[in-house]
């Protein structure tokens, strides 16, 4: 599998910014704004680098998920109030 990185990938950045906004689907939080993109499937678990995989993302809540799945991501953060809940396409589990 190729590396995300170059013009392939700040396109889709871009693109998923401008499609679902600033908001980092992680956290909840759109300020700061979401700078990156994020693999709902992570890539490592055979997701694609297609729009409808990616949502924004804080770059230090992306760094933080890693290539847990959503399921596994929210799970870690069980106790912590959530800014805003996730979308049952974010919770599908993924491995």
Same mark, same amino acid.
């Given at each position: 599998m190729a590396g995300w990185?170059?013009?392939?990938?700040?396109g889709l950045t871009e693109m998923?910014?401008?499609?679902?906004g600033v908001r980092c689907h992680l956290c909840g939080k759109a300020?700061?704004?979401?700078?990156?993109?994020d693999h709902i499937i #992570?890539? *490592? &678990?055979?997701g694609a680098d297609t729009l409808s995989n990616l949502r924004?993302?804080?770059q230090s809540c992306n760094s933080a998920r890693g290539n847990k799945s959503m399921?596994?991501?929210?799970?870690?953060?069980r106790g912590r109030a959530l800014v805003a #809940?996730? *979308? &049952?396409?974010?919770l599908q589990d993924n491995g």
């Open positions: 990185g170059g013009r392939a990938a700040a998923t910014i401008a499609t679902y300020t700061p704004p979401a700078t990156t993109a #992570p890539r *490592s &678990r055979g924004p993302a804080h399921t596994q991501w929210w799970a870690s953060k #809940p996730p *979308s &049952r396409d974010w």
